[in-house]
């Protein structure tokens, strides 16, 4: 199985300033030029919403201050200026192959 | 607009059996995979398990702590996947979550999740 590794576990940032959650796979998620790697965020009560398919595409209607960056094993979530409703823990994901597995996840809150 | 919903929670004993179902509208449901992932309260994301689509033979994989006794199915015709779970533990009961596995080989669209307690 492709284990997921997020760092930190939780995070506070400032309104305004930049929030930036790691994830690494214990081996590469690359498939045809793809990497098969997707960001999720989770608020309280509600569903996982997708933020990133192929570890740096923005699914449709996200913030443009969410970004993905990374190929292989090592990957980022950057939020550029974080909003108040940024407030949430976020998820990366592998589905290069079963089982899909997903990091433990980072809370990022307000400092 | 697209509708994923999950049905057939509750609190079951230790040893026993429930169906949930994941009826869905809004996209071309056979044209794609379905996955269940769960969420104990307070903890991560565990992908539990898919089902592929005819095309793929309706192949189906299961995470190792549900194999042997959760089983994936779908009904193209009424646009609903089902997770049938048996020999249930106490460790199975979380809020389990539908999905679909989209072109770009993410989990674009979920339910609002299915509570699944087990109890005695």
């Known amino acids: 199985d492709i284990v997921m590794t997020q760092s930190p576990a939780s995070l506070a940032v400032s309104l305004g300033e930049r929030a930036t959650i790691n994830c690494k796979s214990s081996?590469?998620?690359?498939?045809?030029?793809?990497?098969?790697l997707a960001w999720y965020q989770q608020k309280p009560g509600q569903p996982p919403k997708l933020l990133i398919y192929?570890?740096?595409t923005r699914e449709s209607g996200v913030p443009d201050r969410f970004s993905g960056s990374g190929s292989g094993t090592d990957f980022t979530l950057t939020i550029s200026s974080l909003q108040a409703e940024d407030v949430a823990v976020y998820y990366c994901?592998?589905?290069?192959?079963?089982?899909?597995?997903f990091g433990q996840g980072t809370r990022l809150e307000i400092k | 607009e697209v509708q994923v919903v999950e049905s057939g929670g509750g609190l079951v004993q230790p040893g026993g059996s429930l169906k949930l179902s994941c009826a869905v509208s809004?996209?071309?449901?056979?044209?794609?995979?379905v996955h269940w992932v769960r969420q104990v309260s307070g903890k991560g994301l565990e992908w539990v398990g898919r089902?592929?689509?005819?095309?793929?033979?309706?192949?189906?994989a299961y995470a190792a702590s549900v194999t042997g006794r959760f089983t994936i199915s779908r009904d193209d015709s009424k646009n609903t996947a089902y997770l049938q779970m048996n020999s249930l533990k106490i460790e199975d009961t979380a809020v389990y979550y539908c999905?679909?596995?989209?072109?770009?080989?993410?989990?674009?669209?979920w339910g609002q999740g299915a509570l699944v307690t087990v109890s005695s």
């Open positions: 999905t679909r596995l989209s072109p770009g080989v993410a989990f674009d669209y």
């Open positions: 809004g996209f071309t449901f056979s044209d794609s995979a």
């Open positions: 089902i592929r689509t005819k095309a793929s033979s309706y192949a189906t």
């Open positions: 081996q590469s998620v690359l498939y045809n030029s793809y990497n098969k």
């Open positions: 192929w570890a740096a």
């Open positions: 994901q592998q589905s290069y192959s079963v089982p899909c597995t």
